[in-house]
């Protein structure tokens, strides 16, 4: 699953890569803008579609080289370096600029110290220390110029440009701060150090060309740069560390290129970034396949002689691995320039913008004559004329990313067109195979050659500088011994302040301890004599509280012999109230059955009267108007007259109803 992840990554940028190579342009992306001192945004810049190229082409074969033989954490903080790569590439303010340079940084340092050897580990903090002390002057750098501008906009610093100069420098590789670089990537694992030659001296030039100012400064350092690094070339014997220190001495041409600042110059400055990251890559492919097989990248026991019997087991490297010697090959012709080779183009270009800059122009072609002796040296030590016993083979992927590479090399030379429209001032790159230009790249490579000829015996047995010819003894250790002692000497005087601190802080506070511990005695009597007085209290509480409570027992002893007799008399008040209750219920019964007496009385005695009612009799005056005369008068009842005229109904309800009571009053009255 990891390797497939790892190809789908190196397909990305491939295509990546491709689009670049063909779109217009890219546009703008702003990821955080709501930040309050500048967003975290991106854009596209005429420098940088170029170098973005070069970075996902390279990267892509590199993580192809060491699909089998990297570890894990190595392939992962591989793409973090490339992603910050690119995120410095397309960085629209400083601060955007700033938080990529410092991830770029520890993953770098991360592809170095992840090999966990000691060697690597003080070479991953010696790197670190660098690049962080070159982060933090950059930054520095920015915020000089934020406080003159007020803004984080990527342009040329209006103030601190000496912290800029300074703080890329480290990045780029600037004498004396190169240091880092032969330290650092032989010390990688090999995997590694293609990553890293592709990556990171090419983002300070980058930074150079995109914000510095051009300034003959920097086109010196540049060129002191390409002399310095191929002189310390041809002294090496371990086969990473020449190349570490050519890496030093090419990106000389480019900050030569980029310090002069012309149209000319910055495209060969910038294509040569691009170029360089190819045959850097394949060269360092091509000395790891050699490691990788042999189990060691010094020269002298590549060509050691050895007893008869060890001799017999060793191989020609050129015969054991023709892909890496081919590969070596081609990284080497296009290192010094070859005509048809990608090198050829941009130092075409170089070359032709420092022409006439005196001292300049002629440091830059020593070196290219140095550049071409010492990748004879290269090749002739280290695959020719070398011998070794063959302990491991190479992986197909690893050959892949070794071929790959070096048709890219031999492409871009025969065809360089193919990348002219990603430089900036679109430089004619397709009129420069003419037979001066082609004589005179290769008059410098056979210089170079006869130069390795003459030196070869002195070159195979090595060449020993004492200890104080190099830039450590010269400058390091001295300006290191001074910064030591000023440390030590302030430190000594803060210490003598500090000490005669302590001893007024110890005066005063064994003063204050006296007083606290007078104090201390003082509240301790008290406590004392409080405490004698709380048992005391505390005893005739405990009196007052057996008291309490015997007067609880007696109180409550009462309470319940009250109790007793107030549920006694509730129990008697209760049958008292069941029997008047009982006699109520008798009562009213009785009363129910009187009173349906007396309503049978009254049913029947208004049936009676309704019966009379119905049969009324003839009254008197109409007797006598029939018979004819006087009549006797004869009683005639007739209920409705007879109780309005001869009785009061309601005396007679009345005495009726007080009768019934008393019959009652008089009836119960017997129980």
């Not at 770029?104 to 592809?111: C, E, I, M, Q, V």
């Not at 900050?255 to 110059?265: D, K, Q």
């Not at 030379?413 to 082609?438: C, F, K, N």
């Not at 190099?470 to 000023?486: D, T």
Request: charged content about 15%; overall charge neutral; proline content about 3%.
């Amino acid at each position: 699953m990891r390797y497939i992840l790892m190809l789908m990554a190196v397909g990305t940028l491939l295509f990546l890569a491709y689009y670049d190579l063909i779109a217009g342009a890219l546009g703008t992306v702003i990821v955080f803008g709501d930040l309050v001192l500048a967003p975290v945004s991106f854009s596209d810049h005429e420098y940088s579609r170029i170098v973005v190229f070069g970075f996902t082409l390279v990267g892509s074969l590199a993580l192809l080289y060491g699909l089998q033989l990297s570890r894990p954490s190595e392939q992962a903080v591989a793409l973090v370096a490339l992603a910050s790569a690119v995120g410095i590439v397309f960085s629209d303010n400083f601060l955007t600029l700033f938080i990529f340079w410092e991830m770029l940084t520890l993953s770098t340092a991360g592809l170095i110290l992840l090999r966990k050897t000691p060697e690597a580990l003080m070479a991953g903090l010696y790197f670190l220390s660098f690049h962080l002390a070159g982060g933090l002057i950059v930054l520095l750098g920015i915020l000089l110029h934020y406080e003159v501008a007020q803004s984080f906009a990527l342009t040329t610093p209006e103030a601190g440009l000496a912290f800029f100069i300074v703080g890329f420098g480290f990045k780029a590789a600037f004498l004396p701060f190169h240091l880092w670089v032969a330290r650092g990537y032989p010390s990688a694992n090999f995997p590694s150090s293609v990553i890293l030659a592709g990556l990171t001296t090419k983002i300070g030039v980058y930074a150079i060309a995109r914000i510095l100012p051009p300034s003959e400064v920097i086109m010196y350092m540049g060129a002191s740069m390409a002399l310095a690094g191929v002189t310390m070339a041809m002294l090496q014997h371990n086969m990473r560390r020449l190349l570490s220190y050519h890496i030093i001495s090419q990106v000389g041409y480019m900050v030569a290129g980029v310090g002069i600042a012309t149209e000319l110059a910055t495209d060969g400055a910038l294509l040569h970034v691009v170029n360089h990251m190819l045959y850097k890559a394949l060269l360092f492919m091509s000395v790891g396949a050699v490691y990788y097989a042999t189990k060691t990248e010094d020269l002298h026991d590549l060509t050691h002689q050895d007893s008869e019997e060890e001799e017999a087991k060793k191989q020609p490297v050129w015969k054991a691995m023709p892909i890496a010697t081919i590969g070596g090959l081609v990284g080497a012709l296009a290192i010094a320039g070859f005509p048809f080779f990608n090198g050829y183009v941009s130092k075409f270009l170089l070359k032709y913008a420092v022409y006439g800059i005196g001292p300049a122009e002629t440091m830059l072609m020593i070196a290219s004559i140095g550049t071409a002796a010492s990748f004879s040296k290269l090749l002739g030590f280290g695959f020719f004329q070398a011998k070794a016993q063959i302990v491991s083979k190479l992986p197909l992927t690893s050959h892949l990313a070794i071929i790959g590479t070096a048709a890219f090399c031999i492409i871009l030379g025969v065809y360089p067109q193919m990348i002219s429209t990603l430089l900036p001032y679109a430089s004619d790159v397709v009129h420069i195979y003419y037979l001066d230009a082609i004589w005179a790249s290769v008059r410098l490579v056979v210089a170079g050659l006869l130069l390795f000829l003459n030196l070869s015996a002195i070159l195979k047995k090595g060449i020993h500088l004492p200890p104080w010819v190099s830039v450590e003894y010269l400058i390091f250790n001295p300006l290191g011994k001074v910064l030591f002692k000023r440390f030590c000497q302030y430190g000594t005087s803060i210490d003598s302040s500090v000490d005669n601190f302590y001893m007024k802080t110890g005066r005063s506070m064994y003063e204050f301890c006296q007083y606290i511990t007078t104090l201390d005695k003082s509240i301790d009597t008290a406590f004392e004599k409080s405490a004698e007085a709380g048992r005391s209290l505390a005893e005739r509480t405990r009196y007052l509280d057996q008291a309490l409570d015997e007067g609880y027992s007696k109180t409550g002893e009462a309470a319940r012999r009250f109790a007793d007799r107030s549920r006694k008399l509730d129990e008697a008040i209760d049958e008292g109230y069941a029997r008047t209750g009982e006699a109520a219920r008798n009562f009213a019964d009785r009363s129910r059955r009187f009173d349906e007496s007396i309503d049978s009385g009254y049913m029947k005695t208004g049936e009676a009267m309704r019966r009379m009612a119905e049969k009324p009799g003839e009254s008197y005056e109409e007797r006598e108007v029939k018979e004819g005369g006087p009549v006797r008068r004869r009683f005639s009842f007739n209920p409705v007259e007879w109780t309005t005229k001869n009785l009061n109904f309601d005396q007679l309800i009345l005495a009726l109803l007080l009768g019934g009571l008393l019959l009652v009053i008089f009836y119960t009255g017997r129980y």
